[in-house]
């Protein structure tokens, strides 16, 4: 069955670096984009970032540009999204998402895994 | 890109419905037919209950079902049971470099 599971979540101090991974099983990785997607603590869902299958397109949303990335690795059916200048507003549940072949919605999701920006 | 617009909370009592609207712009719900609907409980992860506006994923009850009108979608649950007591979301596309855009949230309590 197809699962995401996500990793990486911890705490860190602001300006700091965190990588999170998420390992794709049950599926063919390489044939689908991902995504990231955020969740503030009592907040609601947020766009983070996206990577197409062929890995040569990727989009951020303007919160994070110039900070995030988002990488994938198809021989290991993982994604990953590398954050840097971590702030305050940067605590949330990130979760992993693949988006369905050829439809614009998300039909998986992982359990997400928590970063929290803090001294 | 701003967050599609929706009520903070709707409420019902078990068998009734409820519709939670979802407001954006012709660049994201206006211009394409590709909203979806989420269900969150609370600390798990969301679930997909409608896409392309009204489809259903198999599995999900006909108790739910989506519409759009211009720039405003809506996602109805009829006959209200205590599972629906969760966070809905709505989604829309919006573009090759902002692909996705959230609704606020709504929070669904079954009296």
């Known amino acids: 069955q197809v699962q995401v599971v996500e990793s990486g979540g911890d705490v860190v101090q602001p300006g700091r670096s965190l990588r999170l991974s998420c390992a794709a099983s049950g599926f063919t990785f390489s044939s689908y984009a991902m995504h990231w997607v955020r969740q503030a603590p009592g907040k609601g869902l947020e766009w983070v970032a996206i990577i197409w299958s062929d890995e040569k397109n990727k989009y951020y949303a303007d919160s994070v540009k110039g900070r995030f990335t988002i990488s994938r690795d198809n021989s290991k059916n993982t994604l990953y999204l590398q954050m840097n200048s971590l702030r305050a507003e940067d605590t949330a549940v990130y979760y992993c998402?693949?988006?369905?072949?050829?439809?614009?919605?998300?039909?998986?999701w992982g359990q997400g895994t928590l970063v929290t920006v803090s001294s | 890109q701003s967050a599609l617009t929706q009520p903070r909370s709707v409420s019902g009592s078990p068998g009734q419905s409820v519709t939670i609207s979802c407001t954006g712009t012709s660049r994201d719900v206006g211009g394409y037919n590709y909203v979806s609907w989420y269900q969150q409980h609370p600390g798990n992860a969301p679930k997909l209950m409608i896409y392309?506006?009204?489809e259903r994923p198999s599995g999900v009850p006909d108790r739910f079902s989506g519409s759009k009108s211009g720039n405003t979608a809506s996602l109805t649950v009829s006959g209200l049971q205590a599972e629906d007591e969760a966070d809905y979301y709505c989604c829309s596309y919006a573009g090759t470099y902002t692909p996705y855009v959230f609704g606020t949230g709504t929070k669904v309590t079954v009296l």
């Open positions: 392309d506006v009204t």
């Open positions: 998402a693949r988006e369905k072949s050829g439809g614009w919605y998300y039909d998986y």
